[in-house]
């Protein structure tokens, strides 16, 4: 009889355990899926608003800095890099959300950027572009005094609209 509840009290520990296992597993999985998507939010979307923001600075100045766009473009880039080295690595980025930042990597890197240590020269035609970009970025819901959102899902159809508007777009606009 002894060695019977033995079994039993060693089987409840066991389940005890497993189900201890199991929180610990899910509480985990649910703190790196918020990682992955806090660094989408705020290296991508919130970067996207100040890129706005700054193209609108910019043109109410007579583009007094223009290099201060193409900075900020460029860390747009690297947040949308982050962002998808992130999600790969950790297993986190769907296959439709790493191409949806791809194809928003590839548009925004058809206009100049800054380059560590280096300034670009910004053209009349170039302004006039980042003119249009910050209307497709206000389009899509992206921009300074408009309500962003604090999920993922929302921000990536974001995407896929500008991406959409973009590859709609005359041939000579970038």
Do not use: C
């Amino acid at each position: 009889m002894k060695l019977r509840s033995k079994i039993k009290v060693l089987f409840k520990i066991s389940i005890g355990l497993n189900i201890l296992l199991i929180l610990i597993l899910a509480w985990r999985i649910a703190r790196v899926n918020f990682v992955s998507e806090q660094v989408i939010l705020t290296e991508v979307q919130d970067n996207l608003v100040e890129l706005e923001g700054l193209i609108s600075i910019q043109m109410e100045k007579n583009w007094f800095e223009p290099n201060l766009v193409t900075t900020e473009l460029s860390d747009v880039l690297n947040g949308i890099w982050l962002a998808m080295t992130t999600g790969k690595q950790l297993g986190t980025l769907s296959d439709r959300d790493r191409k949806i930042l791809e194809r928003l990597h590839s548009h925004l890197n058809q206009y100049p950027h800054g380059e560590l240590y280096r300034f670009v020269d910004v053209t009349q035609e170039d302004k006039r572009n980042f003119e249009k970009l910050r209307g497709i970025l206000r389009d899509v819901g992206l921009g300074i005094e408009i309500t962003t959102s604090s999920e993922q899902g929302p921000f990536m159809q974001q995407a896929e609209e500008f991406n959409e508007i973009r590859n709609s777009s005359p041939l000579g606009f970038p």
